[in-house]
Every structure is written in C-alpha cells, then in structure tokens.
C-alpha cells in the first residue's frame, strides 16, 4: 500500500520561506510523476505544482510560478516544495499525491491515485 507523509509546514511571515517534504513508502516512487495541491478553508482543493518521474519536467500554476519550487530525490522517495517570498494567500493545507499510472494532465486532482494527510502552512501578514 502506497503511503505519503508530507512535513515541514508552519507558521512564516509574509516574503517568508518553507520547505515542504513528502515521504512515500510502498510501490515504486520513481516511476510515477507526483504533484502538490493546497486547500483553503471554504475553498476548492487547487494545483500547486507537478513533476514528471524523471524530473526533467515540471509545471506549475501561475500564481505560484517563480516563487515555487517542486523538486525529487528518487533516491530518497521524497519530492519536496521549495515555498519563497510567501503571501498570506498561500494559506491552506498542503497535500502531495501521486499521479495515476496512464494518466496525463497535471492540474486535475481526480488524476492522482494516491493522497497524503496534509501539512498545514499559515502565512502572517
């Protein structure tokens, strides 16, 4: 059974950094492309960013472009979330997934097979 463990959110002030991890354990991690969504309270669970197996593509939503950054070590089973120059607007919880076996849009949260709990980031401004 696939599981996915993110950590490393908290409470930053606005133009902050945090780093974001998420541990999988169980299947084979370096085969599937893997992804990161968010959610805000009364809010619809949103795209973050996305990175392919091999890590030669990544992609990203607008709002986050060139302040976010989606990275894996295949190695470690972990892909990660660089979060720089943080807005009280990131605010939510933080999810990885795993995207399905087949599947080949990125930004659709009905294409991951696989959720972790969620960390929590609070941005103050």
């Known amino acids: 059974q696939v599981q996915l463990v993110e950590s490393g959110g908290g409470l930053v002030q606005a133009g902050g950094s945090l780093r974001l991890s998420c541990a999988a354990s169980?299947?084979?991690?370096?085969?599937?492309?893997m992804g990161w969504f968010r959610q805000a309270p009364g809010k619809e669970r949103e795209f973050v960013a996305a990175?392919?197996?091999?890590?030669?593509?990544?992609y990203y939503a607008d709002d986050v472009k060139g302040r976010f950054t989606i990275s894996r070590d295949n190695a470690k089973n972990t892909v990660y979330l660089q979060m720089n120059s943080l807005k009280p607007e990131d605010t939510a919880a933080y999810y990885c997934?795993?995207?399905?076996?087949?599947?080949?849009?990125?930004?659709?949260?009905?294409?991951?097979?696989?959720w972790g709990q969620g960390t929590q980031v609070t941005v103050s401004s």
């Open positions: 169980g299947g084979t991690f370096s085969a599937y492309a």
């Open positions: 990175i392919s197996w091999s890590r030669y593509s990544t």
């Open positions: 997934a795993r995207r399905a076996a087949g599947v080949t849009g990125w930004v659709h949260s009905a294409g991951y097979d696989y």
